[in-house]
């Protein structure tokens, strides 16, 4: 076909004006459905985990009975990643409607206003079936702002067979730091660390570290949030600990898989023989190690100590700058936080079809014992052994999340003195709260 | 003295029919122009929007405090005075410094001496050529995760090779006295190939007479290299040497590579300044801050590739 330069030029003019202009009559179609979006991390990307179906089901109950639909959109398996979009998008004025958002950023979000207040859409009676421990880093005051979906304690997984090659029982798992590092010593050989911590640093190497800190009577401030806590023995045991299983070769300084929290691609593939890692391992060593036998145990603890461990989990929250502000709070309320028992029982499959984790509610909780999901295996020791010692992951300001992560790193793979590293932290984390202003840290 | 032209001489150059040529020729002059503007405005526009415009932004932003939800308070030149007390904002310009003084000559050297490579009469030569452009169009995510399971302790196939040569196994991403190197090494290995297609460019620049000229002459390979070739790249390598500077300091595919590889670590000695500004901006929400670093970035990779030009002479060099 030829052309004359002029067709050529109308052509190209056409075009242009078409493409620019598509937006518009797009937007305007999606906005003649009035539609809320939600983003969920990647869940719903691979149509053949329980975990998309699971969304997909919220998705198509919602909207059969809603004039307002809501839309799932899969988003990044990788929280550094979901969370980058996500900041992206609330500053071009544009954050989805619903989305999830765990305890180590919620701050970020309730200070600047950005959460819709549920309670006004909530029974007292389904406000009070939520374990207050973790709804506790949901609320500002008396307010709630986020409903879990799972909790999601830690504890350590240990290969039986590497327990088995060293000449260990499963009477020989450590209770003590003590006892870690020596079972770590004889169950390292050249091919294999004998235990595994998260390496990488940032949010999630803070919140598997928390525990050993909070053991030894550390914590990150006082009680009331306003002043630092953190140059306390605790606090140096912990990061004492961490800094001579590394030093001593017994733990890795890379992880495989690229974070602590992939058990399959750690433990799983023998690069270990004990991991720490969370409830949520138990789903992933079923479907990707299928044939490894393992064991769970609970948090080893400074000689003495009562055991604690630290239980994170994501939350469904709402937009208060989004175009459909209350519809968005009616339907995480009507997904996980009312008194149907379509509503428990959504929590339930949650919890223990789609993914291996616990119930943030007691009602939840007490119907998955009662039908044998918490009987038997993994689960049973999470749900009998960790869950009673577990504690909500605290809600920090990425500023004093920052600074811890500074210092487990500064000790476990720089050779830092945990005694003065603990006391530097202190004095930045005391420096940093004089000057914030916002919700109470947690 | 102008030329002393007759009157009938004038009317001759701008007599009737000439005029009408002239009017003809400024008409298709004119829509040339326009079809060059019309050609050019895409790039243009979208060189000032995207570019321009969120330079400005950029810098601007650097005098507000920018909470990531639209309150912006103007706080003057704070963010800048805080940032040169900011221990981590130095160790990340000292740790980029040091990258770029790793990577920039070393690329350079690695792409000139496969592009001398790659110009000799050889066998499989144009699958070699492929061979070692590829790394350079595979995803940079990909490469980070092939290198990490590479480079693993104990585990990876590195450590397996040295160990059969006797060699004590390391943790070359975990260690801080091996990751910043190794970043080094493995964003040498992904652009390497780059870079010798840019060379191997230059080099088909070079006039074979002047080779050969100097063969007559009796100058040995290494003087033809030395005062024929490398004379001769002056331009290109000006070019390798800018882009490279920008690259380290602009992010370019180490930013990727650390994020990927060791999240910075450990203990920050890969935090390169550009993932400062990012985790600045998208995880402790400091955008405002994070401008004002990249504002200074910017403002430091200026004056490097000014200095490069002033120094270089735009690559011409002084002969030239």
Known sequence: ?442 | MAPAFSEAGRRSWSGAPSASRSRRGSKRARAERTAAWLFLAPDVIGLGVFVGLTMVLSLSMGFFRVSGFGQYTFIGLANYERLFSDAQFLNAVKVTSLYALGVVPAIYVAGLGLALLMQLDMPLRGIMRLMLFAPHVVSIIVVATVWRYMLASRVGVVNKVLADFGLHGQSWLGDPKFALATVVLVTVWFEMGFFMVIFLAGLQEIPRELHESAKIEGASAWQRFWYVTLPLLRPTSFFVVVIGVASAFAGGPGLDLTIAMTAGGPARTTTLATYYVYQQAFEVGDFGYAAAAASVLVAAMMVATIALFLVTRGGRGKNV
């Open chain 1, 1 to 442: 076909m030829q052309l004359d330069r002029r067709t050529f030029l109308k052509m190209g003019a056409a075009g242009t004006a078409s493409t620019l202009a598509a937006p518009y009559f797009f937007t305007r179609a999606s906005a003649q459905e009035r539609t809320m979006s939600f983003w969920a991390l990647n869940y719903t990307a691979n149509p053949e985990l329980k975990t998309s179906k699971w969304f997909k089901d919220l998705e198509a109950a919602w909207n059969d009975s809603n004039p307002v639909k809501i839309k799932v959109e899969a988003i990044s398996a990788n929280a550094t990643d979901y969370y980058t979009k996500l900041a992206t998008r609330f500053a071009g004025g544009e954050g989805p409607d619903v989305f999830l958002l765990s305890p180590a950023d919620f701050l970020r979000y309730a200070n600047a206003n950005q959460l819709a207040e549920l309670t006004p859409h909530m029974e007292k009676e389904a406000i009070d079936d939520f374990f207050p421990a973790v709804m506790a880093t949901r609320m500002v005051g008396d307010k709630v702002f986020g409903l879990p979906m799972e909790v999601e304690p830690m504890a350590f997984y240990y290969s039986k067979q590497a327990f088995a090659d060293a000449g260990l029982g499963e009477d020989d798992v450590p209770k003590t730091y003590e006892e870690l590092i020596e079972i770590a010593g004889k169950l390292t050989t050249p091919d294999r660390y004998g235990v595994l911590f998260e390496t990488n640093p940032g949010a999630y190497q803070v919140f598997t570290w928390y525990p050993f800190m909070w053991q030894g009577g550390g914590d990150v401030t006082t009680e009331d949030g306003k002043h630092s806590n953190f140059n306390h023995p605790g606090t140096v045991a912990a990061l004492k600990l961490w800094k001579d299983l590394v030093e001593a070769g017994y733990a890795p300084r890379e992880v495989l898989g690229g974070q602590g929290s992939q058990v399959a691609a750690n433990l799983g593939a023998g690069y270990c023989a004990m991991q720490n890692c969370g409830i949520w391992g138990i789903a992933q060593l079923r479907d990707s190690a299928p044939d490894l036998e393992y064991g769970v145990f609970k948090l080893p603890t400074p000689a003495g100590q009562p055991n604690i461990t630290v239980a994170g989990g994501w939350a469904f929250v709402a937009n208060a700058g989004g175009k459909y502000v209350d519809e968005a709070a009616q339907f995480i309320v009507w997904a996980l936080g009312s008194t149907a028992e379509d509503s428990k029982k959504r929590m339930l499959d949650w919890c223990t079809v789609a993914k291996s984790d616990m119930p943030p509610r007691k009602s939840v909780s007490e119907a998955g014992i009662a039908n044998g999901a918490y009987s038997k295996g993994p689960l049973r020791f999470f749900a009998e052994e960790a869950l009673p010692t577990a504690r909500g992951e605290p809600r920090t300001p990425a500023e004093v999340y920052t600074m811890v992560s500074d210092a487990i790193q500064e000790c476990m793979l720089n050779g830092g003195n945990p005694t003065d590293v603990a006391a530097r932290t202190s004095d930045k984390i005391e420096d940093f709260l004089k000057t914030y202003h916002g919700a109470r840290i947690l």
